[in-house]
C-alpha cells in the first residue's frame, strides 16, 4: 500500500488520493497493490462496479492476478452475485478475512450453518465478527446466542442495528429492555429504524404470539 497515498485518503481527500492511483497504475501497470488499494478505495465510496472493471482490466496486466480475487470477490457479494464471490474465494486461502467473506456470502445465500462454521474458525474475533456471528445465530432462530454476540460489542462500537437487534433479541425477555434498544436505534438512525421494523416484523409477530401464549 502506498502510506502516502494512504494518508491524503485518510485525511479526507478522496478524489486526489483516486487520481495519484491512477497515475501509479498508469507508470507501473504490472503493480498488484496499486490496483487493490484503488479498487479498495472505490468500494468504500459505493463505487463497487468501477472497482470490479478496474480490478477485470488487472487481471490481463499484473503478474500475478489471484492477488486480485479478495477484491474481485468483495465486488462480486456487494452486487449481489454470491456464487462468483464464492467461487474466487475458494481460491484463496483460508485466513480470517476470507473466512469472514465466505461466511458473509453463505449467510446471504440462506446456507446458513455453512455460515456459522467459517465464523467459527475466525481467530482474531473483532466486533465486525461479533456481529456477523451475531446475524448468524439470529437466523438460525438462536436469540439469546445472538444477543450475547451483540452484548459482547462494546458501546463505542454499535451502531443502530445492532442496537436494533439487540431490541429484537431481548424481546421475549423484557419488554421494556427492548423498548430502550428500540428508542436507540431510532435516534441514531431513524431512516434504518424504519426499514429495520418492516424486515423484522415477522420475527417480533412471532415473539409476541409466544408471550401472548404464556400469558393466556
Sequence with gaps: MNQKIAKIYDDGKVDQAIR???KEIDQHPQQVGNYLQLSTYLIEQGSVDQAQKLLEQAQHLVKSPQELNYNLAVCHYMQGDFDQALALLD???NDDLTLYQKALTYLKLGQTQ?????????????ERVQELLGDIWLSLGETQKAEQMYLAIPNAKRTAKIYFLLGITSLEKSREQAQQYFAKAKQMDAKYYQQAMNQYASIMKMINDKEKKKHD
Design 20 to 22: 495519484l492511483l491512477i
Design 91 to 93: 481460491q484463496i486461502p
Design 114 to 126: 455453512k455460515a456459522l462454521a467459517y465464523a467459527l474458525t475466525i481467530k482474531k474475533v473483532d
